[in-house]
């Protein structure tokens, strides 16, 4: 070919390399952040924690399904049947089917307090005996180390006698001895577990706080009355957790006292109430934390 035919051509080729060589690469796609993991924090308060069912209920109803799940005394109870997998309303066919004398087995040689361990049989029946860490959802029961006054957060081992420690009223129930420690009742150092949902991994936690200040009125019969003393002496306590919390849900329960079993009910029913009326600001905050993680995804 001659050599000016044979120029235009290799100058054509050059251009058209040039041209390829600096086409814009586009930026890399940042991923999408993790969802969000939601935690649910269950108080302790007897016969009261069956507003946690009411709350759960509507939770449920509004699309709104946590992720990890602690509990703290009557919380720990619910919480457990929950992170199982059971639903609201298999949980509250389970509650209505619940005969307090099941779980109350008092031992005089002990000075008449409850041993516990009916209360523990019966969540590991109900649980087909799964350990904690089997549970399908993740889950923490809180308790108190009785030697050392301090938090213990039950993760792992026997679901039912962990339920069952961070049950044990003090004075009402025999301390629950596990691998040479002893433990009581959860909220005496943690009425609200909002810090145990924290611990399990939870981005936001949603709290549900069933005690109640004081009303006047003089508590009835000795759980009613060392439950009321728990829950004075957990008052600051439940303050400074709930401070942690991204929403608190409050049952409107005067009226209902922590041995008043045959009011499930009315509680299922406050629960039901508060949490419906806590639905919009749960959404909200929901969305702002998940575009909060988008935009920082998005400037890395």
Do not use: W
Not at 106 to 116: A, D, E, Y
Not at 215 to 231: A, C, H, K, L, R
């Amino acid at each position: 070919m001659p050599l000016r035919r044979l120029l235009p051509l290799l100058a054509t080729l050059l251009l058209g390399a040039c041209t390829h060589a600096v086409k814009p690469v586009p930026p890399p796609v940042a991923p999408p952040p993790p969802p969000l993991k939601i935690g649910l924090a269950l108080g302790g308060g007897a016969a009261k924690g069956f507003a946690h069912i009411g709350v759960i209920k509507m939770l449920e109803a509004s699309g709104i399904h946590p992720d990890v799940v602690a509990g703290t005394s009557a919380g720990s109870v619910v919480g457990a049947l929950y992170a199982s997998g059971m639903d609201a309303f298999a949980l509250q066919q389970t509650a209505f089917g619940l005969d307090e004398a099941k779980i109350r087995d008092v031992r005089l040689f002990s000075g008449g307090l409850v041993q516990g361990q009916a209360l523990q049989d019966y969540v590991n029946q109900l649980l087909h005996k799964q350990p904690i860490e089997q549970l399908k959802h993740p889950f923490a029961a809180v308790a108190t180390e009785l030697e050392t006054g301090q938090r213990t957060v039950f993760v792992r081992g026997d679901t039912g006698r962990a339920v069952r420690a961070s049950s044990a009223v003090p004075g009402v129930f025999e301390p629950v001895e596990i691998r040479g420690r002893h433990y009581v009742d959860g909220g005496v150092v943690s009425p609200i577990p909002i810090d145990a949902a924290r611990q399990l991994g939870a981005d936001f936690v949603i709290a549900v706080d069933i005690s109640a200040a004081p009303d006047g009125n003089n508590p009835q019969g000795m759980v009613g009355i060392v439950g009321q003393s728990i829950t004075i002496m957990g008052r600051q306590l439940a303050a400074q957790e709930s401070a942690r919390a991204d929403v608190v849900i409050r049952p409107e329960l005067r009226g209902i006292g922590p041995t008043d079993f045959e009011q499930k009910n009315l509680a299922i029913l406050a629960g039901e109430k508060a949490a419906l009326a806590a639905i919009p600001a749960i959404r909200a905050k929901l969305a702002a934390l998940a575009a909060s993680r988008q935009a920082a995804t998005a400037t890395h």
